[in-house]
Structure formats: structure tokens, C-alpha cells
């Protein structure tokens, strides 16, 4: 694992040089990454050639695939849940864990265990207020 540079509680600094030696260490392509940004590949392709540090959302989607389990640990004690996001979905959870200094995954777990404790009651005022007409809340 890289010693990268803090900024902020959250670590979102990471150079081209050191994404490429990852992503290669962990058979990710550039194509993997311009998906998971919602680019073009010739944009994740300049990112790369800059030498400087990655735009936020591509330092979010490594930093999310490095919290990862090792896919040869022995998951038979853990639970996982995968979830296929669009871009537009992945950008937007990127953001919301940011703004708490978190990483994506992190984030995620956290949101799902908090919607998990929820009782049934709760669950359903939130989503008849979520609902509710945007007129109706003014007056």
C-alpha cells in the first residue's frame, strides 16, 4: 500500500504515477476507471499523462476498490452486499461521503446499517415525507 499524503481527514490525494502502479498490481484497466467515473477512456487517458494528482471522483473510485476485501481472503465469516450504481449514482454517494470526510463504501455501510435499524413505522414517515408534494410543505 502507498504512504499517500493526508488532505483533510479523508486522504484524497493520489498521482497518476501511483494510481497506474495499483491499478496495475490489481488488474484494473484505465477502461475500469473512466466506466467508474462516468469518462471517456481518452480523459482517463490525459489524467495520466499530467503526472499530477487525479481528479476527486477518480481518487474515490480507487479508494473505494482499495477498501475492498482481498478476493482471496476467507470470506465464509464475512456478509457482503454488491450493488451495481450508475455513474451518475456512484458520483452522487461520492460526494455525500466526502462531505463527512468518509470514503464511498464506508459511507454506504453506514447508510444501510442505519436504514436497517430502523422499525417499519419509521421507514414509511420517511418515505410518505420524501413523497410529499412540494406544495404541501410551504403552507
Known amino acids: 500500500m502507498f504512504d499517500f499524503p493526508q488532505n483533510r481527514a479523508l486522504n484524497v490525494y493520489m498521482n497518476s504515477r501511483q494510481a497506474a502502479t495499483w491499478m496495475t498490481e490489481n488488474n484494473l484497466s484505465k477502461r475500469w476507471l473512466a466506466d467508474r467515473c462516468g469518462v471517456s477512456l481518452k480523459t482517463v487517458h ?37 450493488i451495481d450504481l450508475s455513474p451518475e449514482e456512484f458520483d452522487k454517494i461520492c460526494r455525500l461521503a466526502f462531505k463527512e470526510n ?38
Not at 499530467?50 to 456478509?79: C, F, Q, Y
Open 46 to 82: 490525459n489524467w495520466f499523462g499530467t503526472g499530477r494528482p487525479l481528479p476527486l471522483k477518480a481518487v474515490l473510485a480507487i479508494r473505494s476498490e482499495m477498501g475492498k476485501p482481498d478476493l482471496h481472503e476467507d470470506d465464509s465469516k464475512k456478509n457482503s452486499i454488491v
Open 102 to 139: 468518509k470514503l464511498p463504501r464506508m459511507w454506504a455501510e453506514e447508510q444501510l446499517i442505519e436504514l436497517a435499524n430502523l422499525d417499519i413505522s419509521a421507514i414509511k414517515t420517511i418515505f410518505e415525507e420524501a413523497n410529499r408534494a412540494p406544495d404541501s410543505e410551504e403552507s
